[in-house]
């Protein structure tokens, strides 16, 4: 079945670091791709999305771009901050699911001052 | 931000007992759905809801209820609460549910089943 692939966290980096996380998807048709974002206490929050082949999204800094050959949406940011740590949620929907979200595990992220 | 709220925020219960929470959203979205969150598991969807009293079951619905009388209400029942149920609960809105749309998260209700 569908599935969505994310590596394992906790992922500690310094400020100003360059950061990766990676995201991988499984899926029959031609998915929606979501970063979401869990800060501390909170509910998540889309952090950007790309819903066809080659779109780049972006926000914040962050930016990820849907590589159909590669099944990937990896997540990237050119110098983190102590703000960005939180937990971070790779997604996929698609209409052979019913339009339904499937969520990775999600990588949570320490960034030290 | 859409206006989500759920409640309670925190509960502790004994096994068996029934127990309610409530989602709440000012924002008029028609799709309304239930998460639960585990470490190692992500999100999971319980149930969902595309209209007043139209619900369906997600994959992990067993021992769980669900209904909408308003547009702006959801309500998760635990049926008899078990431990295995001691989780996180989300509850999300989106306009149409169709799958290129941002869903909208509220702040979570945390569960602890003794």
């Known amino acids: 079945g569908d599935s969505v692939t994310q590596m394992e966290g906790p992922v500690t980096l310094s400020e100003e670091a360059f950061l990766t996380i990676n995201c991988t998807y499984t899926?029959?048709?031609?998915?929606?791709l979501f970063w979401y974002v869990q800060y501390p206490g909170e509910g998540l929050q889309l952090l950007l999305k790309?819903?066809?082949?080659?779109d780049k999204g972006s926000n914040k800094g962050f930016e990820a771009t849907y590589r159909k050959e590669t099944t990937s949406f990896h997540l990237e940011k050119g110098s983190v901050q102590v703000s960005d740590s939180a937990v971070y949620f790779c997604?996929?929907?698609?209409?052979?699911?019913?339009?339904?979200?499937?969520f990775g595990k999600g990588t949570r992220l320490h960034i030290l001052p | 931000d859409a206006g989500i709220t759920q409640s309670p925020r925190h509960k502790v219960t004994e096994t068996g007992t029934p127990v309610t929470l409530r989602c709440h959203q000012t924002e008029n979205h028609r799709y309304m759905y239930w998460y639960r969150q585990d470490p190692g598991h992500g999100l999971r969807l319980i149930h969902y809801s595309y209209g007043v009293k139209d619900t369906d079951k997600g994959e992990v619905s067993d021992g769980y209820s669900v209904s909408r009388s308003k547009t702006e209400d959801f309500l998760l029942t635990l049926e008899s609460a078990t431990s295995s149920q001691t989780s996180v609960y989300f509850c999300?809105?989106?306009?149409?549910?169709?799958?290129?749309?941002?869903?909208?998260f509220g702040p979570g209700t945390r569960l602890l089943v003794l």
């Open positions: 899926a029959t048709g031609y998915p929606s």
């Open positions: 999300a809105t989106a306009p149409t549910g169709t799958f290129q749309e941002t869903q909208y």
């Open positions: 790309a819903t066809k082949a080659d």
């Open positions: 997604a996929s929907a698609d209409v052979n699911r019913d339009d339904k979200i499937i």
